[in-house]
């Protein structure tokens, strides 16, 4: 039987590199196990572009997929194996273990494991290399016989978790994810050079022809030398600005600005703003446009599932920080509109739904939902109880109010409550959707201040809190994320024909480039696959996904509501 004769739309194709550069593919059962015998992809392009329910299985979605873009052919579903391999490594306790297509053929084979080779490091535009597998490494070295044999084994461990057909969801989610990372760093997000231009120097002062810092940022330099009576002083060395505060009579453990911002003296608010702006210059000024925007579009690397509880990362170009002073930059092209969106209070939403307390679900409704929560004085006090609830500042002025927030909605708060006693016990917890998190200790202090690995000691009652915190957060901000992927992917099924595509994406915030004319549809598409998003993910709970979406011509006219 040909490929043409078989449905593809019930095919899984898998795909290896081959020894001329191109890639050979070759159709799966269910199973894994192969139907067919390979041929090469360039044989059937045209039948795998008019096959949009094929399943598409590779190493790696950031090294296959872009040559694949190249043939014009779209991928609709694909099974990272990479990404995969990471889910079920964490599922069977083994969080950080190496994940690449080399280690998960060990694995299978009973070979010893080898280390996962270096992190691709992202290249400005225009300076990568355009081979099929990227650049050689243990994932361009894989086989046919490898890609399927780790695959059919993957789908076996993923028969063997805790609950299977939620894993399954979480692997479709994110390897949509890495999917639609690839696409969003090829169309780029569109950048105004002129916009940009005039913001840096409206902030910085005028650019110095021979280079170097900005007029403002010598003004500020001049100025704090004065103050600390430091004549020289970089303040960009904290090792230097450090010694010159201590000279003044100022002694702090570091120079970050929280810090700083509990002393008292002359230099510190100068010192402030010089961190702001040079934070703007270094990280999102003119060298950085002159690295990273081309042709109008700004072209970042993504790293979906980048972060311990699955949100994204970015490798090069500082994509998930843009100052909001910058924004303006983020502008449309004529004749096209940007949609601009974010999820309402995704996490304590998150929280209802997991929990299916009642009066939490109704509190979540398509209305504030702090307003919604019963039995508190006001608005402020009842954020207090449920932030504190799920990031752990359970103790000093928050008690009363946590205490309100237990016994009203006992079933919520049994969730995080759970998860931050399993955490304190050494236990590991499991998102929503079966992501698990790392074993005490072993997560990169990168991470962020809501963990922090020096604090992962269980011998002391210190760590067992930290822990507890992190493991208690964990479980809500892990499943955030997964209904975020969730809505990714269905946003990107429901606009596949239609002249918008995803450009922009953060935690819960997501920008689309479309057409003017289908501008205000897709803001609607944002707000069905929101609610279709919690339906797939919790079923019938009555909680609402707010999706609020604003119709702009530049990312900056995107104001809170």
């Not at 930059?329 to 304590?348: I, M």
């Amino acid at each position: 039987m040909s490929y043409g004769e078989r449905r593809m739309s019930s095919v899984i194709v898998a795909v290896a590199p081959d020894q001329s550069g191109g890639a050979v593919v070759q159709p799966l059962g269910p199973d894994g196990a192969p139907t067919a015998e390979p041929r090469r992809v360039t044989e059937l392009a045209a039948e795998l572009r008019a096959q949009p329910e094929a399943r598409w299985v590779w190493p790696s979605s950031e090294t296959s997929y872009p040559a694949i873009l190249d043939a014009a052919v779209r991928v609709p579903r694909c099974h990272d194996l990479e990404m995969t391999e990471a889910l079920l490594v964490g599922a069977e306790g083994e969080w950080g273990a190496p994940r690449s297509m080399a280690a998960a053929w060990a694995r299978l084979t009973g070979g010893p494991v080898p280390p996962d080779p270096p992190v691709r490091q992202a290249a400005p535009p225009g300076e990568a290399q355009g081979t099929l597998f990227g650049e050689p490494s243990a994932v361009a070295e894989a086989t046919i016989e490898q890609v399927t044999g780790v695959y059919a084994a993957q789908v076996k461990r993923m028969a063997a978790t805790a609950d299977p057909a939620r894993f399954r969801m979480l692997v479709a989610a994110e390897s949509a994810s890495a999917l639609i990372a690839v696409e969003m760093a090829r169309a780029g997000l569109p950048w105004h050079a002129p916009t940009h231009d005039q913001l840096l120097t409206d902030l910085l002062g005028a650019r110095r022809p021979a280079g170097g810092p900005p007029q403002k940022l010598v003004e500020l330099t001049e100025q704090i030398c004065e103050s600390l009576a430091s004549p020289g002083l970089r303040p960009d060395s904290p090792a230097e600005l450090r010694r010159a505060l201590r000279k003044a009579g100022i002694d702090v453990p570091n120079t970050r600005a929280w810090v700083l911002k509990q002393v008292e003296h002359p230099a510190i608010e100068p010192i402030l703003h010089y961190k702001e702006l040079y934070r703007i210059w270094t990280a999102h000024g003119w060298s950085w446009r002159q690295q990273w925007v081309r042709e109008g579009r700004f072209h970042p690397a993504y790293v979906p599932g980048g972060v311990v509880s699955g949100r994204w990362a970015t490798r090069g170009g500082g994509a998930l920080q843009i100052p909001a002073v910058l924004r303006g930059a983020v502008r449309a092209d004529p004749g096209r509109r940007l949609v601009v969106a974010d999820a309402g209070q995704l996490e304590p939403r998150i929280l209802a739904a997991v929990s299916r307390d009642p009066g939490l679900c109704k509190a979540a409704g398509p209305g504030d939902i702090y307003t919604g929560l019963e039995g508190f004085a006001d608005r402020a006090t009842a954020k207090i109880a449920l932030l504190g609830a799920m990031y752990g500042q359970t103790g000093g002025q928050a008690a009363p109010a946590l205490a309100v927030l237990k016994g009203r909605y006992p079933r919520a708060w049994a969730v995080v409550e759970d998860a931050a006693r399993t955490g304190e016990s050494g236990g590991l917890v499991r998102s929503w959707l079966g992501r698990t998190c790392p074993r005490p200790g072993a997560a990169p202090e990168s991470e962020g201040d809501w963990f922090n690995s020096r604090d992962g000691d269980l011998r002391t009652s210190a760590g067992q809190r930290a822990r507890g915190r992190f493991t208690r957060n964990f479980v809500i901000q892990a499943t955030a994320a997964e209904w975020a992927a969730t809505l990714l992917a269905l946003v990107r099924s429901r606009l596949w024909d239609v002249d918008a595509e995803l450009v922009f994406f953060q935690h819960d915030e997501v920008i689309l480039d479309c057409s003017t004319a289908c501008a205000d549809d897709v803001a609607v598409v944002l707000q069905e696959c929101a609610d279709e998003a919690g339906r797939l993910l919790f079923g019938s709970t009555g909680v609402h996904f707010v999706m609020d979406a604003k119709v702009v011509g530049a990312y900056s006219d995107a104001k809170p509501s």
